[in-house]
């Protein structure tokens, strides 16, 4: 009996490892900052892939510190090589991920400064949330201003 409770703990324990979704890695050099939380890469093997970051949302470009936003992401991953942790592709053929340089993760480094929005819409990470919380409670960024426009209303309006 304790065998056979043994065994089908181990082949339940195997199913789900093997049910867990791997999530592919991409490695690149960046070679082009779109905005914020968008930027282009360039592989090993000479194929440019566009990235957009997973679970945040930073200010447009016309938008109120979306040109900070901009800079931000180009002073911490420009001319970089990126780690990029792959969540899914977008209706524009993005790659969208998580994005990691040295010891960084660029989502959260956005979140942290103050220059973008936990984009609750396609993540629901309760760490995401209190990063962003902690930018507002602090002012940092874009959350100076008094009344902040998140980008999606700002999409939708234009």
């Not at 009996?1 to 991409?26: D, E, G, K, N, Y």
């Not at 592989?43 to 979306?66: M, W, Y």
Request: glycine share 6%.
């Amino acid at each position: 009996m304790h065998r056979q409770i043994s065994s089908l703990l181990l082949t339940v324990a195997l199913f789900m490892v093997l049910a867990l979704p791997s999530f592919a890695q991409l490695q690149g050099k960046v070679v082009k900052i779109a905005d914020g939380d968008t930027f282009t890469i360039l592989t090993s093997d000479n194929k440019q892939v566009k990235i957009r970051l997973h679970g945040i949302d930073c200010p447009e470009k016309a938008q109120p510190f979306g040109t900070k936003a901009k800079q931000f992401t180009s002073e911490l991953v420009f001319g970089k090589t990126i780690k990029a942790q792959i969540k899914d592709t977008d209706r524009y053929n993005r790659v969208i991920a998580i994005v990691t340089v040295g010891n960084r993760t660029v989502n959260e480094e956005l979140l942290m400064s103050g220059f973008a929005w936990h984009y609750k819409k396609y993540d629901n990470s309760p760490w995401y949330a209190q990063l962003e919380e902690a930018a507002r409670a602090a002012r940092f960024g874009l959350w100076e201003d008094h009344n902040p426009i998140p980008p999606w209303e700002w999409r939708k309006n234009k």
